[in-house]
């Protein structure tokens, strides 16, 4: 139930950093070390490379996991969008394994895949918020986001469990196979619970900043780099799905290679850098931007924010700046949806759980 709650959404994403704090009790052993199933961290370990399937804010999550898996567990991945795998099956390694990430567990074109790739005899697991779900039952092995119930339309604390499972998983499996790391999730993971808090408490900022800069806006860009790249692509899709604002994600050096076009006179354009090796090189994109009449919205990490930012988020690892810098963005996406009087929790043509293909 949504309680005192207007929205479903607005309760959810408050639940994120209880969410996060719930993974890391779950997955935490009686010595602190990472408890998971001695079959899934074989799995993972035996694979010579890693297909996750997704759709959607879950394709968004496979992303990022692509980044954890291979940094920290060293093991080659790639993320597909569902729908277009199942259809263009690309040329498969010799042991791989494939992760189907999905909030609802029902998803058909991941469920396309899912029985395609069985048929081949390939292994499968399932990340998942519903364990009993069809992806669940289907797969050979599940992990559960324990998120809780999430009834929004607008997908946000499945997406920030999913990753931070995936940063778990990614370590469990480095651990197994003996690479050696400083980045402890469990603990890396509590500090980004009270990063999250930060947003969470402080939300009249985020609203004042949505009815600045998106009160009338026709369009809207996101852009950032490398892993902050993944996640303009969520704040974008969060953003159009629930205020039908024309959004778009964009990788930021690629913006000159034609859709700087689209910048006019007020465009608001929202800049992403929590990452040390590239924030300079976004913040040059940002001012390609403002030089042709953008509206800026910079958010950047403690320890390289500028005066200027909008929305500085505190201090975390590097590996997991996603799962707070995406919370401003769904808090502007939700005061944006309801300041322009939008069905926030039932946006139109869309449906939880999209089971046909
Ligand atoms: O249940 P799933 O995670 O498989 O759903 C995938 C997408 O349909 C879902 O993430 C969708 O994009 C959301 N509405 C995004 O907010």
Redesign the pocket.
Known sequence: EKGTYPHYMLKEIDEQPFVIRNIITKYKDADDSIKLDEQVRQAVIDADRIYII??????HAGLVGKELIEKIANIPVETHIASEFLYNMPLLSKKPLFIF???????AD?RGVLVNVKKLGHKTLTITNVPGSTLSREADHTLHTYAGPEIA???TK?YTAQMAVLAIMAVDAARAAGVEMDFDPLQELGIVANAMEIFTEQKDVLEEIARDYLSVARSCFFIGRSMDYHVCLEGA??LK?ISYIQAEGFAGGELKHGTIALIEEGTPVVGLATQEAVHLNLRGNMKEVVARGAYPCMISMEGFAEEDDKIVIPKVHDYLTPLVSVIPMQLISYYAALHRGCDVDKPRN?A???TVE
Not at 54 to 59: E, F, H, K, L, N
Not at 101 to 107: A, H, K, L
Request: aromatic share 4%; net charge neutral.
């Open positions: 997704a759709a959607g804010t879950s394709y990430i999905s909030q609802s567990g029902e998803t991941s339309v607008a997908s499945a899709l969060k799905e869309l939880k759980s999209v």
